[in-house]
């Protein structure tokens, strides 16, 4: 008899014998269809998911005042105020996403006085955390840019009722 054909015996054997409570319930089971139901599919991330996740993340850090270069952030302030005009989250994020890995960019604009090595590394673990959770995604780099520090005495371009 072929290997084959002994397995289908065995299973024919099995049929006639009762059922343990798991195997009734291995039976009744949905997804029966073989294999783990996690792997049955593909899934895809957008990277404006990834960028929003980042970018929420990256605000939640003390010491970062905001997100984007200047002109972004002019335009952003402005597009924030419009009636029906939602905040953009990911201003500031740009993510490349691949299959299993992401690599994210951040601008971001740091208060006067804290320590910017130290708001860098606590953004980074606080976006890396945040999307590996969140996606399932290996974050592979999250390159900072720094590029302003925000006075005390400065005017925040983010401020509602500025526009005339």
Request: zero cysteines.
């Amino acid at each position: 008899m072929t290997d084959t054909g002994q397995r289908k015996a065995s299973q024919t054997l099995q049929k006639d014998s009762p059922d343990s409570p798991e195997e009734s319930a291995a039976r009744s089971a949905p997804g029966r269809g073989g294999g783990d139901p996690g792997s049955r599919g593909r899934t895809t991330i957008a990277d404006g998911v990834v960028e929003k996740i980042a970018g929420l993340a990256a605000r939640d850090v003390d010491g970062v005042h905001a997100m984007g270069g200047g002109l972004a952030r002019t335009f952003g302030a402005v597009r924030d105020r419009v009636p029906g005009g939602s905040k953009s989250v990911s201003r500031g994020v740009k993510a490349e996403v691949g299959e299993v890995q992401t690599a994210i960019d951040l601008e971001i604009v740091v208060e006067y006085g804290v320590s910017i090595a130290d708001v860098t590394q606590d953004v980074r673990e606080n976006v890396i955390t945040a999307v590996e959770r969140m996606t399932g995604l290996e974050v592979v780099e999250v390159n900072i840019a720094v590029s302003d520090v925000k006075l005390p005495d400065e005017d925040d371009d983010e401020q509602p009722g500025r526009l005339q």
